[in-house]
C-alpha cells in the first residue's frame, strides 16, 4: 500500500544565516515528500535566494507569498495550499534528525491508530561543524516541550480542531497542542528526538518579552475556559503519558 504523501511547511522571515542547514536537513531524510512549502513572509535578505538555489536537490519547493505578520499566519496560508496526506513542520533555524520522517512516519502508518506522532525535541546552542548535529560541547537539553516541528500530523487534524489562531504573535503552537490534548485525537510522543531546537539570539523566542508573556498565559487561560464550558473538571494528562516505548531494535533518546 502506498504511504501517506507529505507536505513540509517552512516559515522563512530573513533566515538566511540558518535557512541552508534547515533545507539540507529535509534533503537528508529517506522518506519521499509531496512538496516542500516555503512560505515567504516579507524576507528583505536572501534568504530566497538561497531557496532558489535548492531546487535541484528538493525540485519539490514551492515558494508562497506570507502576510509578514508571523509564523502563524504563514502556515494558515500553507495548510490552504498543502497537497499532502500528512503535514511537517521545519522552521528556518532549526534541523531534524536524520531519520525522522521515517521513524514517524513508521508510526502513522501502523496500529494503534495515530494522527499526531511527536518525539523528544533537543535543545542546542552550538551547531556541529561537520554536520547537521548539535556539536558535542554545545549546552544541550532533550525535554518533551511543545514544538511543531517535532511531530507529523495527519491533515484532517487541522479540519477538525482548526488551524493556528492569528491573534496570536507567540504561543500560537501552545494554543494548538492544547486544543489537541482536549480533543480525543490519537496522539502518540516517540522516545527519541525529532528536532534539533537551535537557541540564538536572533530567535523569536530567545527574549521572554511581555507579549509572548501575555500570549502564553492567554493560551492556557482559553484551555481552562473551554474545558470549563464543556463541564470538564481534571487536568489534561501530562506529556509524559503520550510517550510510547521504543520500538524493537531502537535505543529510546537517541537518534538511529
Request: aromatic share 8%; glycine share 6%; net charge neutral.
Amino acid at each position: 500500500m502506498k504511504p501517506p504523501s507529505i507536505s513540509v511547511i517552512m516559515p522563512a522571515k530573513n533566515a538566511s544565516g540558518f535557512i541552508a542547514d534547515a533545507l539540507r536537513s529535509i534533503v537528508l531524510q529517506d522518506h519521499p515528500l509531496e512538496e516542500v512549502l516555503i512560505i515567504d513572509d516579507h524576507c528583505d535578505d536572501d534568504t530566497m535566494d538561497i531557496v532558489a538555489s535548492f531546487k535541484a536537490a528538493l525540485p519539490q519547493i514551492r515558494v508562497l507569498k506570507g502576510p509578514g505578520r508571523g509564523p502563524g499566519p504563514a502556515r494558515n496560508i500553507a495548510l490552504e495550499e498543502a497537497k499532502g496526506e500528512v503535514i511537517a513542520f521545519l522552521d528556518a533555524d532549526d534541523l531534524w534528525p536524520e531519520g525522522k520522517l521515517e521513524c514517524q512516519m513508521a508510526r502513522i502508518i501502523r496500529e494503534p491508530r495515530a494522527d499526531v506522532v511527536a518525539g523528544r525535541v533537543r535543545w542546542f546552542e552550538t551547531q556541529s561543524s561537520v554536520g547537521l548535529v548539535p556539536d558535542a560541547k554545545s549546552r544541550m537539553l532533550d525535554s518533551l516541550c511543545v514544538n511543531l516541528g517535532a511531530s507529523l500530523y495527519r491533515k484532517e487534524v487541522f479540519e477538525r480542531i482548526g488551524r493556528f489562531d492569528e491573534d496570536y504573535v507567540y504561543s500560537e503552537d501552545l494554543d494548538f497542542f492544547m486544543r489537541l490534548r482536549e480533543s480525543d485525537i490519537p496522539f502518540v510522543i516517540l522516545p527519541r528526538p525529532t528536532l534539533f531546537y537551535r537557541r540564538h539570539p536572533q530567535s523569536m523566542t530567545f527574549k521572554y518579552s511581555d507579549r509572548e508573556r501575555r500570549d502564553f498565559g492567554r493560551a492556557i487561560t482559553m484551555s481552562i475556559v473551554r474545558r470549563r464550558r464543556q463541564g470538564r473538571t481534571s487536568d489534561l494528562p501530562p506529556m509524559e503519558s503520550y510517550v510510547e516505548a521504543a520500538a524493537p531494535g531502537t535505543r529510546p533518546g537517541t537518534p538511529p
